[in-house]
């Protein structure tokens, strides 16, 4: 009859490798980016819009 060995590990969180952590801070970056330029946009549009120079 075989023994069944269960995980030592299992329900235990290790902490993020530091390529995982930088690749996680980049993509966080490129999300705020892009949405500061969507707002950028959105600004320059209303103001155009609206008649102000901008």
Same mark, same amino acid.
């Given at each position: 009859?075989?023994?069944?060995? /269960?995980?030592? %590990? ?10 995982? %952590? !930088? !690749?996680?801070? #980049?993509?966080? =970056? ?7 330029? &969507? &707002? #950028?946009?959105?600004? #320059?549009? &209303? ?5 102000? /120079? =901008?």
């Amino acid at each position: 009859m075989e023994k069944e060995t /269960q995980s030592t %590990t299992a329900g235990r969180r290790f902490p993020d490798s530091p390529d995982r %952590t !930088a !690749a996680m801070a #980049i993509n966080a =970056a490129g999300r705020t980016w892009r949405s500061a330029h &969507v &707002v #950028i946009l959105l600004c #320059i549009n &209303v103001l155009t819009d609206t008649g102000r /120079q =901008a």
